[in-house]
T-cell receptor, first 115, second 113 residues
Framework: AQTVTQSQPEMSVQEAETVTLSCTYD???????LFWYKQPPSRQMILVIR??????QNATENRFSVNFQKAAKSFSLKISDSQLGDAAMYFC????????????FGQGTRLTINP | NAGVTQTPKFRILKIGQSMTLQCTQD?????MYWYRQDPGMGLKLIYY???????DKGEVPNGYNVSRSTTEDFPLRLELAAPSQTSVYFC????????????FGSGTQLSVL
């Protein structure tokens, strides 16, 4: 079974600075997708960024980018120019391409932005 | 287009009571999922369905039941509620397409006292 581990329960960063959230995963599959979801206090689950495992190029969405290391099974999220609205829980998630394609979540990292 | 709709948003149950959490999606998605999120934790899969009439257990199915009689609806039944079931419950849906994101409902905050 696939597992996802986020080793940083909490992180904080100064507004306008850069922060990196870590994620590692374990799988025996060769093709899969990785996601970062943001959960603000409203509880809404918001997709931040998606990475396809067969693509070597790291995904980027505006101020959000990932560092995907397939051999190391590492998938970190970098937030540049942090804004107050970035404060939230961030979840790393894995989705395979076989069967029911269930989404497996990490434990989450609570990100605080200091003004 | 309402997306994924969950009801109720909040509920307090007494130990031993039963209830059904409703989930409806209007996107014609085949795949539907129920997750629970304990305080400060990630989401754990309770049950899932790949189509009407087909359901299967996830990581934490004990104390729950589901049914999928239509493509749109995927209710979650709690029998004999216990304090350990205090959690936020999320319903999600998606299509059978590699890498497609999940669409989440707004969640149900359940407290069992």
């Amino acid at each position: 079974a696939q597992t996802v581990t986020q080793s940083q329960p909490e992180m904080s960063v100064q507004e306008a600075e850069t922060v990196t959230l870590s994620c590692t995963y374990d799988t025996s599959e060769s093709d899969y997708y990785l996601f970062w979801y943001k959960q603000p206090p409203s509880r809404q689950m918001i997709l931040v960024i998606r990475q396809e495992a067969y693509k070597q190029q790291n995904a980027t969405e505006n101020r959000f980018s990932v560092n995907f290391q397939k051999a190391a099974k590492s998938f970190s999220l970098k937030i540049s120019d942090s804004q107050l609205g970035d404060a939230a829980m961030y979840f790393c998630a894995y989705r395979g391409i076989q069967g029911a394609q269930k989404l497996v979540f990490g434990q989450g990292t609570r990100l605080t932005i200091n003004p | 287009n309402a997306g994924v709709t969950q009801t109720p948003k909040f509920r307090i149950l007494k130990i031993g009571q039963s209830m059904t959490l409703q989930c409806t999606q209007d996107m014609n998605h085949n795949y539907m999922y129920w997750y629970r999120q304990d305080p400060g934790m990630g989401l754990k899969l309770i049950y899932y369905s790949v189509g009407a009439g087909i359901t299967d257990k996830g990581e934490v199915p004990n104390g729950y039941n589901v049914s999928r009689s239509t493509t749109e609806d995927f209710p979650l039944r709690l029998e004999l509620a216990a304090p350990s079931q205090t959690s936020v419950y999320f319903c999600a849906s998606t299509v059978r397409r590699d890498g497609e994101k999940l669409f989440f409902g707004s969640g149900t905050q359940l407290s069992v006292l």
